[in-house]
């Protein structure tokens, strides 16, 4: 190649190489921006979902604890031994009522039991097969039921009953606030699609999914529901 054509490619790439280097930052601002957006939009997601749970579990507790302190239930788990059978179904119709509207005020929930220290479990809802069997029949020798029980007045929201995780539950003890007795556990049971339904109400829009997990890595809820 002669010098003069040599001269020409050199002076030509020398040229171009301003080109190059704004290419590369504009490139690499440009990448960088766009991460800081998408950044920002993932954390805003996440603060709306935990926003929209808190919220969400606040009302479903709200509701237990007004089934909780109602004074007919007291007495029905109170006077069980003292009461006749024809008073104990007239008194169980009247909280299966109560059970019965708060389901229609709180659609979200599924099925409620009161597991009571003795005598059948009362339930309203539409129970799973599992929790048919083990809420009326199980739960009550179970260890969980004595550590809800006898340690904590505080509510436990729990999944993965029994490795079941397609429902989600809040126990809360029933004590007469009275004696302190205790008079057994409330249990609120609510679908999976609860929390994953918060999920898609946060997402407004392209292919973005969405997994909550246990410690172990199980999946208890995501977004879509298909995944």
């Not at 950044?39 to 919220?55: G, H, K, P, R, Y």
């Not at 299966?96 to 220290?117: A, H």
């Not at 057994?184 to 999914?209: H, R």
Request: aromatic content about 10%; overall charge negative.
């Amino acid at each position: 190649m002669k010098i003069k054509n040599k001269l020409l490619l050199f002076f030509l790439l020398l040229g171009m190489l301003p080109l190059l280097l704004l290419g590369t930052v504009s490139y690499l601002s440009a990448n960088k921006a766009l991460k800081k957006q998408a950044d920002a939009q993932f954390n805003n997601t996440l603060e709306l979902i935990s926003v929209m749970i808190d919220s969400q579990t606040a009302k479903i507790y709200q509701t237990a604890q007004s089934i909780a302190v109602d004074a007919e239930l007291f007495t029905l788990l109170s006077r069980r031994d003292e009461t006749t059978g024809i008073e104990q179904a007239e008194g169980e119709t009247e909280i299966l009522i109560q059970l019965m509207n708060v389901r229609r005020q709180v659609p979200e929930i599924r099925s409620i039991f009161i597991v009571p220290e003795r005598g059948e479990t009362i339930y309203s809802g539409i129970p799973t097969g599992f929790e048919h069997s083990y809420f009326r029949k199980t739960f009550r020798d179970a260890p969980l039921f004595a550590r809800i029980r006898n340690e904590t007045t505080l509510p436990v929201w729990m999944t993965g009953v029994e490795n079941y995780f397609d429902r989600i539950y809040l126990f809360l003890r029933l004590q007469n606030m009275i004696t302190g007795e205790n008079l057994g556990v409330l249990v609120i049971s609510l679908d999976e699609t609860f929390i994953s339904s918060m999920f898609g109400k946060a997402l407004t829009g392209g292919d973005a999914e969405i997994f909550l997990t246990n410690g172990n890595g199980q999946v208890i809820s995501s977004w879509p529901e298909t995944v």
